[in-house]
């Protein structure tokens, strides 16, 4: 089989396989956390949950983590939180505002919509590879996260970095011929979103969930999230 004939493979069936165990595992996922139901609290509400929900997004999808004194940022782990925001920043721009991706996304749903700049992303993307090699160093320095990574924690961020630097280096046509480099970036997509699923990396969808629950309940009883 020549580099064509894999990048076929990638790009075809393997790729629909993976996307398949990416939805499904999602969906199912988002069953199980749904059918937990929520229990019902008796007690009369203090405050209002709509503001504690508003509050809760505010501080938690817009301020962090780059308004440090928002969440005392640097009372904490600053490498953390700010190296944490550049990577997740860079991810969400070339996941979705690249326009290669975009087009990926468009064959999928029938739907396009407007791209930032090749260059800006290309800047957040090497932004988000850079952090993600803090972050790395982070965890085994310091020593409460070094405590909390284990072999899961450390799968995680090879599968998402594989991810992150082979399509930065088929942008950039380096090392590799391009159809190589693309093969290479497929096989990391594809492997990356088999093991989603499986992984504590969905925190990207339940995150909404904590993040209006924990709202709803600080409104609830008029305390700031």
């Not at 969906?27 to 503001?51: F, I, K, Q």
């Not at 640097?74 to 939180?81: D, H, K, L, P, Q």
């Not at 992303?121 to 085994?140: E, K, S, T």
Request: proline share 5%.
């Amino acid at each position: 089989m020549d580099w064509n004939s894999f990048l076929r493979f990638v790009r075809g069936p393997l790729f629909e396989a993976s996307l398949l165990v990416f939805v499904a595992g999602l969906a199912y996922r988002l069953l199980r956390v749904v059918t937990l139901g929520w229990a019902r609290n008796r007690a009369p509400a203090a405050g209002s949950r709509v503001v504690g929900v508003g509050r809760s997004y505010a501080k938690g999808v817009i301020a962090w983590p780059f308004i440090p004194w928002v969440k005392d940022t640097f009372r904490g782990n600053a490498v953390t939180y700010l190296a944490g925001g550049l990577f997740h920043l860079g991810l969400f721009v070339v996941i979705l505002l690249g326009t290669a991706h975009m087009l990926a996304w468009k064959s999928l749903l029938g739907f396009g919509w407007p791209t930032l700049s090749p260059s800006i992303v290309d800047f957040l993307a090497a932004g988000a590879i850079v952090a993600m090699i803090a972050l790395l160093i982070n965890r085994f320095s310091h020593p409460v996260v070094r405590k909390l990574t284990g072999p899961a924690e450390l799968l995680n961020w090879l599968v998402v970095f594989l991810a992150m630097v082979t399509g930065y280096m088929m942008t950039h046509h380096l090392f590799f011929r391009y159809e190589v480099l693309f093969g290479l970036h497929m096989v990391a997509v594809d492997v990356l979103l088999i093991w989603i699923p499986f992984s504590a990396i969905p925190h990207f969808v339940f995150y909404f969930f904590s993040r209006t629950i924990h709202g709803v309940e600080h409104g609830r009883r008029a305390v700031t999230p």
